[in-house]
């Protein structure tokens, strides 16, 4: 797949002297899910404000589609849709009202048809002459999505989508989201969920304190950084792990009751059937035995506290 | 290139506003007018001399057209921009395929045209009071739009510049009001000690009310092309600032 979005060496450093962006590399390609995991205040809605234009780099370059975000702003910004991650919106417009007007600031002739069946699509066409204000939480997170695709983009950013959003909403956004990618658009998520990164993302990138620190295909991620734990209960209570088996890094819990091996997933084969059958011979008894897996949250958790 | 739909659809949003509150709109200068009027033309003014051979009543009237085209297009243009920065909305303009001066355009436009409708209103509601002509109506047309547009983007750079609603008040409420009462809007400096006459040549609104009240009876404090410099000055150093702003991006982005 080729990339739509090219990020080279972008820092960001506020007025304030705070550094937001840290020479981050990133390439995003055509028609993926690309998750931007990290904590509050990583980072992650800097980047995504700087390549819609809100916020001006301190060094480096972003092109969009080949264009650069500053000297060819209207190419780049056209073909790009925000979604932000606090609900503004003007209190007393109505649905249609507002989102036609998006439609317009990005200078798209009038499409009341397109409109309309966008509405329909975020089942918003009921609510279409109801005053903002009067909205829920969730609808009014809807109305930002309509307002951002009122233009057809093919590349949208979703700020904290499901921030505060209840679990039956989250997964319909997760549905509007797959639709959307079915439809060709290329779609960049932040959020602290990991939960949804897992669900949804194809590709997982993981910033933190300004740094991007990994990107990677969600399986490959899990697969890299992952770690197994292979769990061997014992029939009989242990003092101590046998001296033949000291080479396996392996683990006695307190209770001697049960031990943990843990060991790398992608040469993981040619160890395990080496640790078994020197566990055999150790004379313990085995009890039972059962897997663990680190999920993308302990992945998360590690990345993190290892920068 | 410029974004046509954009400017427009910012221009009809803004009016929006307006119309939705015509009623207002069109009722509060309709009674302010005729308040000074029954106050000053009628039972003070009855009272006074004419001022340079034109009645009171006559005299005010540019004046104060002046006083709710200036605080008017300065309030208007300062909240369209405060407004969405105070909302967040600001959001979708800056990341939206278009120049600062497409934005610029859309809403001093906007602005502008507010205070050019308020202007007619007062006009319109004087000539219930008073026998109004205007000598010169190419030169008070031109005179109101300048005026219109320069102190509506005075409003545009105030709204900017403002972070809060204290900020946006101040300088309509602290500045522009005063300059525009010791302006001579309600009388003429000829009536004032010689040393205060100089001290409100430094007054910019002097030259505004000046040169606008020429447009109507041919009489003036400073003459008229010294005044319509001085609209000109102020236009182009709002426009300084404006492009100044448009390069660094000053409390727009970050």
Known sequence: MSSIVSIKDLSKTYNSGFEALKNINLDIKKGEILALLGPNGAGKTTLISTICGIVSPTSGTVTVDGNDIITDFRKTRQMIGLVPQELTLGAFEQVLQTVSFSRGLFGCKKDENYLIQLLKDLSLYDKKDTEVRALSGGMKRRVLIAKALSHEPQILFLDEPTAGVDVELRKDMWMIVRQLQDKGVTIILTTHYIEEAEEIAERVGVINNGELLVVEKKELLMENFGKKQLVIELRETAKEIPHMLHKHNMELTDDGLSISYTYDAKNAESNIQEMLKEFTDSGLLLKDIRINQSSLEDIFVDLVKLK | ?254
């Open chain 2, 1 to 254: 290139m410029i974004n046509f739909r954009a400017i427009k659809v910012i221009y009809l949003h803004e009016m929006l506003r307006f119309w939705q509150t015509l009623f207002q709109s069109v009722a509060s200068p309709i009674l302010s007018t005729a308040l000074y009027f029954v106050v000053f033309g009628a039972a003070i003014g009855s009272r006074i001399a004419n001022v340079d051979g034109v009645s009171y009543g006559l005299f005010i009237i540019p004046g104060l057209t002046m006083l709710s085209v200036l605080t008017q297009s300065i309030s208007n243009a300062s909240f369209g921009i405060f407004f969405p920065k105070f909302t967040g909305t600001i959001y979708e303009i800056l990341s939206a395929p278009i120049s600062f001066y497409d934005v610029l355009i859309g809403f001093v436009g906007a602005a502008a045209s507010k205070s050019l409708f308020l202007a007619a209103i007062i006009l319109i509601t004087a000539s219930f009071f008073v026998d109004l002509n205007v000598a010169h109506p190419f030169w008070m047309l031109a005179f109101l739009i300048l005026t219109c547009v320069a102190f509506s983007l005075f409003g545009f750079i105030i709204g900017l510049w403002a972070e809060n609603f204290e900020k946006l008040q101040i300088v309509p409420m602290l500045i522009i009001t005063p300059l525009v009462f010791l302006g001579g809007s309600f009388y003429s400096i000829s009536m004032l000690p010689p040393l205060w006459q100089k001290v409100t040549l430094f007054n910019p609104v002097l030259y505004l009310v000046s040169g606008f009240r020429w447009s109507f009876f041919e009489i003036s404090d400073v003459s008229v092309g010294v005044s319509l410099l001085m609209v000109i000055v102020f236009l182009s150093a709002c426009i300084g600032v404006v492009a100044w702003i448009f390069k660094s991006g000053y409390k727009l982005k970050q």
